[in-house]
């Protein structure tokens, strides 16, 4: 009578060899084919590595590109500026020009007597008013000689004291007739706070 087969020796060799066959098998697979936290958990890490890591400082190029456009900028509303400047200066000139040329001539003849008197002979305001509207004197238009007067540009404080100091000098006199002299209608018609100044200053 024969044995069975499962005990014979040879067939438990035989599966032996296909246990450790399909074994190695599942080991290959495995390593194949990992599970899926397995693949899951690396890419988790390289995300939350890239979400934490330091925000990198601009690099130099940036920062001197950044200066360059800002320093455009500055000089582009420099530029802009000065052309604005450029623009209402000859605009002004040319109001200035259009209204000289509407001044009528007589008008610019008084004030330049006005300039005459007040320079050379150190006239006040009111003396030189005087002299271009007396018929003895320049006989200008009233409107002329207002005209002048208005637009005279002068110290008569120091017309004043130049008056001043050639009545203490030539004539020798007091400082209280220098400031009547200074002041009266029949003399410089300074007013009372040129003669004072004067008065304060002279030597």
Do not use: C, H
Request: aromatic share 8%.
């Amino acid at each position: 009578m024969k044995k069975p087969i499962y005990k014979k020796w040879w067939f438990w060799v035989i599966m032996i060899l296909v246990i450790g066959v399909i074994g190695s098998m599942g080991d290959d697979k495995d390593s194949a084919d990992p599970s899926p936290s397995a693949t899951v958990e690396p890419a988790k890490a390289a995300v939350a590595e890239a979400t934490t890591e330091p925000t990198s400082q601009p690099s130099a190029s940036s920062e001197e590109e950044k200066k360059a456009a800002e320093e455009k900028a500055k000089k582009a509303e420099e530029e802009k500026k000065a052309k604005e400047a450029e623009e209402a200066k000859k605009a002004a000139d040319a109001e200035a020009k259009a209204k000289e040329k509407s001044i009528p001539r007589e008008y610019k003849a008084a004030l330049k007597k006005a300039e005459m008197y007040a320079e050379n002979m150190n006239m006040s305001k009111t003396g030189v008013y005087d002299q271009l509207t007396s018929e003895y004197g320049e006989n200008f238009d009233k409107k002329a000689a207002k005209y002048a007067i208005d637009n005279i540009v002068f110290d008569w404080k120091e017309n004043a004291l130049k008056k001043a100091q050639l009545y203490a000098e030539e004539m020798s006199m007091s400082d209280s007739a220098i400031y009547d002299q200074l002041i009266s209608e029949y003399g410089e018609k300074f007013t009372k706070e040129e003669a004072k100044y004067a008065i304060d200053n002279l030597k």
